[in-house]
């Protein structure tokens, strides 16, 4: 069993930075990868971002070049950083570990953070 924890979420203005945190612990053979999605008030949850053990990253088209994802896979851990942050930006963060667990025979799973609040006021 893997949990997933998320920070650092808060209330900034609209321009300003947050960096998000978030980290899996538990019983696994390897972290396949982390991602970030969102939900803002009203909306389905979106992906925003992902990155594998390998450090490859991928964003999704709204980020623009803003936010950068980056992974420490001795801790377990995903970060975030959100730059320029924009009002349509708000919205609950979740973070999603992909992973492997078993002895032997492996099987893949997937772990979700209960999310951290973000809100840029402009």
């Known amino acids: 069993q893997v949990q997933v924890v998320e920070s650092g979420g808060g209330t900034v203005q609209a321009g300003e930075s947050l960096r998000l945190s978030c980290t899996a612990s538990g019983t696994f053979v390897r972290l396949n990868t982390m991602g970030w999605f969102r939900q803002g008030p009203g909306k389905q949850r979106e992906w925003v971002a992902t990155i594998t053990n390998g450090g490859y990253s991928e964003y999704a088209p709204f980020v623009k070049g803003r936010f950068n994802i980056s992974m420490d896979n001795a801790k377990a851990t995903v970060d975030l950083q959100m730059n320029d942050l924009e009002s349509e930006d708000s919205a609950l963060y979740f973070c999603?570990?992909?992973?492997?667990?078993?002895?032997?025979?492996?099987?893949?799973?997937?772990?979700w953070g209960q999310g951290t609040q973000v809100t840029v006021s402009s």
């Open positions: 999603k570990a992909d992973y492997l667990y078993g002895w032997g025979i492996y099987r893949r799973a997937e772990a």
